[in-house]
Every structure is written in structure tokens, then in C-alpha cells.
């Protein structure tokens, strides 16, 4: 079966990593998540990566106690910079070839961004992992994630949720919510969706830019949606085909 993207760009939250400890990072869930990845890099998709830091720091909960709030931004900033280098890490242990790029210049542990070098890293089958967010303070991961999406010209954004799609509801405490397959930017925008942030979806909306929200947990997911699998839900433009 053809694959249906040749050029991805994956959101993993901070919290994925933590797995069931609920902070920091664990050995065991980040090397089934470089399983996974290298599964799909072997049918040979380009996949760039960007990770949140919640599992280490939270910028706007600190920022909410008290801490200045761009000081706390760019401690979570930081944070991200360690979940890349743990995932560099467990990728490179499974012999996927993969470079960390990081928004805030740090060259001891990784190439600043520079956009045509990542796009060549990809070109060259390697996995290239966008740290530090935007480099702004005020920008969530997610919005970061849609902007290395557009620079690099991913053909999509797959977002890793431990549930399989966007629900009327939390599904964990309400029994009568139900999955929706299919979103336009604008429902989720309108009816506050928990996708992504309202930056990030808008920036998708104005680019045209298509967002699959899918389970992480379930094995072989984010090969089935490489393929075009309807799994999870799919957030794009208004018409029917876009």
C-alpha cells in the first residue's frame, strides 16, 4: 500500500514521555515511541519531530504562581531541549540517523535552526527534531509545531493524543461523547476544541495545513496514518476534498 504522506511532521506532548509516573522520563515509553518512528522512517517517510517539555516544566503553570511569565517560557523552552535529546538518543539506539535543531543557540548539544539544513537533513532520510519552540516566549509547542510544518513543507501535522481522536467530550467522564472523525479549523476554532491552541490552529487554517489527532498508545498507529488510514480525526479546510 502507497503511502499517502512522504513528509510528516509529529507533535508529541512532553506527558508522552513520562508515561505512567507522570513526569519526567521514561526509558521504557520513549524507546517504544523510537520504535515507532523508525517503523515509518523504513517505509521511507521523512519525519521531523517537535516535543513539548510539560513533563519537565511548565511555563505558564509557574508564570500562573508568581514567576515572570517569559522567564518561565523559556525555562519550558529548555525542558524541550532535554525531552529532544532523550528521544535523539533512544532514536539513534534503534540506528535511526537523527539531528536536533534548537531555536535558542546551544552548540554543544545541538545545531541552531537553520530551516534549508533541516530540510536537507529530511532529504538525506534523516529524522530532524525541532527544540525550544518558536525561541519566543508567549508561543506554545504546538504553535511551534505548525511553523516548522509550514517552513519545511510537511504535508502534515499528526498530533499523538492517548485517546484516538477529537471528542464531543472527554470520553474518560462522559460516556455520552462521542468521536468526530472529521473537523474544519474553524468548528475546532468556535467550539474550543482542545486540538491545539487557537495559534497554532489558526496558522494551520491560514496555510491550509492539515492536523490528524491520533492514539499514541495503540502499536503501528502512526503507520496507519502514513498510509491514509482513517483513524483518529482529521482537522482541514472547509471543502469536502481539501
Known amino acids: 500500500m502507497a503511502n499517502k504522506y512522504q513528509r510528516i511532521l509529529l507533535k508529541l506532548s512532553g506527558e508522552a514521555l513520562a508515561g505512567e509516573q507522570g513526569y519526567g522520563i521514561d526509558p521504557e515509553v520513549i524507546q517504544n515511541i523510537a520504535a515507532e518512528i523508525k517503523d515509518v522512517t523504513d517505509m521511507g517517510v521523512q519525519v521531523a519531530l517537535v516535543i513539548g517539555g510539560g513533563n519537565i516544566f511548565r511555563g505558564l503553570a509557574a508564570s500562573s504562581k508568581g514567576m515572570d511569565r517569559a522567564s518561565a517560557d523559556y525555562m519550558g523552552m529548555l525542558a524541550t531541549v532535554m525531552n529532544s535529546l532523550a528521544m535523539q538518543d533512544a532514536l539513534e ?135 491514509g488510514e482513517s483513524i483518529g480525526t482529521i482537522v482541514k479546510g472547509g471543502d469536502a476534498d481539501g
Open 93 to 227: 539506539k534503534q540506528g535511526v540517523v537523527t539531528r536536533v535543531q534548537s531555536a535558542i543557540e546551544m552548540q554543544q548539544v545541538a545545531e541552531p535552526y537553520i530551516r534549508r539544513r533541516a530540510v536537507r537533513h529530511l532529504e538525506k532520510g534523516r529524522v530532524v527534531i525541532f527544540s525550544a519552540g518558536t525561541g519566543n516566549p508567549y508561543f506554545t509547542t504546538d504553535t511551534a509545531a505548525s511553523l516548522r510544518a509550514m517552513e519545511i513543507n510537511a504535508e502534515v501535522i499528526i498530533k499523538a493524543t492517548k485517546v484516538d481522536g477529537v471528542y464531543t467530550a472527554d470520553p474518560k467522564k462522559d460516556s455520552d461523547a462521542v468521536k468526530l472523525p472529521v473537523l474544519t479549523y474553524l468548528e475546532v476554532l468556535q467550539r474550543g476544541l482542545q486540538v491545539m491552541d487557537a495559534t497554532a490552529t489558526s496558522l494551520c487554517m491560514d496555510n491550509n495545513l492539515p492536523m490528524i489527532i491520533f492514539d499514541m498508545t495503540q502499536p503501528g498507529n502512526i503507520q496507519k496514518v502514513v498510509r
